[in-house]
C-alpha cells in the first residue's frame, strides 16, 4: 500500500472513531432526553403557554436537541469518511482532488441533504401532535449539516483564493 493509501486508511479510521463517539454521545442525550424529563413534571413557567412553559418539555427539547446535533456531526463526518478515499481513488486515475471538484462535492452533498429532509417531511404526519416538533427538528439538522457544509465549501474558496494572492504577489516580488 502507497503512503498515500495509508494515510487515507489511518483517516478513514480516525472519522470511523469519531461518527461512532457522535452516535454514543447522541445516543446518551436520547436516553437522558426520555429518563431525566419526568423528574421535572408539574414545574411551570408562569405566563409562558404550553409547551413552552413546562420545564419537561424545555429539558426534554433541550437534551434531543443536543441529540440531534450529535446526530448531524456524525453523519456530516460519515460523509467526509469518503473524501480520503475519494482523494485515492482520483489520484490513482491522475488528477488530484481540484478545490472545484471539492466544492462541487459540498454543493453535491448539500443537495442530497435537503433532498433527503425534503422527502423525510411527509413521514411526520403520522405522528400526529408531534408532527410540527418533528419537521422542526428535521429542518433544525438539515440547516446543521448545510451549514458544515457550507463552512468547508467557502473554507475551501478561501484557501484556494489566499494561494493564488500569494503566488502572485510571490511573482510580483520577484
Do not use: C, H
Amino acid at each position: 500500500m502507497t503512503s498515500e493509501g495509508a494515510s487515507a486508511v489511518k483517516v478513514v479510521k480516525e472519522r470511523a472513531a469519531a461518527v461512532a463517539a457522535y452516535l454514543v454521545v447522541a445516543l446518551g442525550f436520547y436516553m437522558l432526553s426520555l429518563v431525566l424529563p419526568p423528574f421535572m413534571s408539574g414545574l411551570r413557567m408562569p405566563g409562558l403557554p404550553d409547551p413552552v412553559a413546562r420545564f419537561d418539555w424545555l429539558f426534554w427539547a433541550f437534551l434531543f436537541l443536543l441529540a440531534f446535533v450529535f446526530t448531524a456531526t456524525a453523519i456530516y463526518d460519515a460523509l467526509r469518511m469518503l473524501d480520503p478515499l475519494f482523494n485515492v481513488l482520483s489520484s490513482k486515475f491522475g488528477s488530484a482532488v481540484r478545490p472545484g471538484k471539492r466544492i462541487a462535492r459540498d454543493i453535491a452533498y448539500a443537495l442530497f441533504v435537503a433532498l433527503t429532509a425534503i422527502a423525510l417531511a411527509p413521514f411526520t404526519e403520522p405522528l400526529g401532535q408531534a408532527a410540527p416538533i418533528a419537521r422542526a427538528l428535521i429542518g433544525v439538522g438539515t440547516l446543521l449539516i448545510l451549514l458544515f457544509l457550507l463552512y468547508d465549501a467557502a473554507k475551501t474558496i478561501y484557501a484556494y483564493v489566499r494561494d493564488k494572492i500569494e503566488e502572485a504577489v510571490a511573482k510580483l516580488v520577484r
